[in-house]
Each structure stands twice: as C-alpha cells, then as structure tokens.
C-alpha cells in the first residue's frame, strides 16, 4: 500500500465507502437468505420479508437436495445445491486444473467458480484458452483498470468491456485527461490490486437499491475535484440502471477491493489470476458514441494469465510495428506526411 498510495488520492472519493456500507448491508442480507434465516428488510416502503428477490423465492424455499453434475465428458460428480460449486468439482478432479480455469459454464450460461450450483446441471470448466474464457478473463481484468482509475483519478466509470484483444474502460475523469506518462501509474497500481488477490464478489439487488448505490452525490471533495455544485454518482451507471433493469427486478453488482461496479459478469476468482498486465494506449470517445453526449477518456489494456504470453505479445507488437506500411512507405520514399494537412497521405514519384 505504501507504494501505491502517492499515486492514490487523498482522502480517497467519497463514493468508496458509501458504496462498500451499502453493499455490506445487503451482502448480509443476501448470506441469511441463501443459509435460510431471512430477516425483515424494509427499502424505500417496499417490504422484502419474503425475499428481496422476489423473482428468485428459491433462495429461501429451497432446501438443500442432492445434485448430479455432468461434465463434458459425460462423468458425473455428486453434489450438494446452493453449497457445491464449480471450483469444488475442478478441485476434486485436479488441483493444477482448478488453478488455470476462468470460469465455468452451467448449462450453457457463463457461471462463476465460486458461485454454489442450484439444481442438477451439465457443467463445463473453462480455461484462458477457450474464447468465452478469454473474454471473461479481459473483462475481469477491466474491472482491475476501472479500480486503479478510481484511485487516480476519483473518476467516474461508464463502460469497461472486453475486445478482441484486450480490453478498456470509458471513464469521466472531467477536468483531468490522461496522459501517455500516466500508463506506468495505472499500472503500479493495478498490479497492487492483482497482488492483493482480491475476491470478485457478486451480489443480485433489487432496482431501487441499485439507484441508491448510484446515487446522486454531493460533497465538498467531489466539488473541488469535479468543479460542479451537484453530479450524480454515477450518472453513466443511473442511465444503464433505468434503461436495462426493468421495474420490480434486479441486476447484479460485482465488488473487489473497494471498486464496487454494476455487471452482469461473471468474473475471475479473484484479481491474482491475472499475472501479466499492460496499459497499452488511450483515447477520447463520447457517452453513448453520440458526439452530443460527454466526451470521456477511454484506456486500454492486455492482461494474460501468464508473464511468457505478454512477451510473446510485446513481440508481436514489435514485428507488426516493423510491417507498418505507413512506416515502410517512408523508408521506400513512396509517400510522406506532414503537419500542413495531418490526415493526408503525399505521394513522392517513387510511389
């Protein structure tokens, strides 16, 4: 933590704690109903004695039964549900197996390792080497760039997904910009995040509570950083809330460390299997991709479950740098550009 905490602001964003109280709450609430001991919660009028996922009454009605889990190559292994998870099966057919998986797969649905099973199901176990394990695997690491964002920059997140090849985050960083000389900051302190190995813990809230946790915010460090009397913590997440979480139901938050996000995931165990990290570039976008929105700050990154896989990349990088027509061009004096117009291309007589 010392080494990362000059990189850190100070006091941190207010949102951090407010957020954790909030998730703490609910995440309590959320084990007794799952152990079957419900206790009586009120929220905004609405009483949720029955269950605060009323779509879900399974949690509490269901007891413990029994289950069979087929895997991929028909085997079948007993368990028990609402308390075997798909890690535990990994873990009992191979330890070095449990170690290099992403994420599983129930019944076709991504499903967290650490996530107990509900019924009898067909499960898959997968590693970085299959393209839904990729993408997973980005996204998780994702969330490891929007925590380190928060930290330095008090930022507020909009959209972090995965991509092809890699992954990024759009941020509102307001009067800050990011710069190519903060690529190394980012990347001290999302390396300190994945060496704190921190739990990817995943929790189902009704609407109402997701708009509270996203609440508009006001506070004296928040205006001095953002230079605005009010904003909404977080807008961005308020407009997804609204826009894709009908009323009367839920969606899923993900927390690790203090970075609490909304996300449907599912994600890594835990930050430390992300063993190789890199900022790679950075541009502006526009909420929405509408030109009439904010402008917002997007960073990009690379992550591998292993340091001999970011080498083999670095590597890649190096040789198509050097197959750059734009760079071949200029070496064969076929064409060349200049400031006076910098999206042209000038043509020389060899080219």
Known sequence: MAATSSLELNPPPDFFQSRIELFNKYKAEYDEMVKGNPRRMVHHQQDYTDSMFPQHPEIIAQPRQ???????DGNQKPGMSWETTPMQVALEISKSLAERLVIAKVDGVLWDLNRPLEKSVHLELLDFEHPEGKQVFWHSSAHVLGEAAEKHYGCHLCFGPPTEDGFFYDMAT?????LPTDYANLETLSKAVIKEKQKFVRLELPKEVLLEMFKVESSSEL???????EIQYNKYKQHFIETKVPDGTTSTVYRCGPMIDLCIGPHVPHTGRIKSFMVTKHSSSYWLGDAANDSLQRVYGISFPDNKQM??????????AKRDHRKIGKDQELWFFDE?????CFFLPNG
């Open 66 to 72: 029994e289950i069979s889990i087929t895997l991929k």
């Open 174 to 178: 307001y009067d800050k910009k990011v």
């Open 223 to 229: 205006i001095i950083l953002v230079s605005s009397l």
């Open 311 to 320: 080498e083999e990349y670095k590597t890649f990088l190096t040789e198509a």
């Open 340 to 344: 006076i117009s910098p999206g042209s």
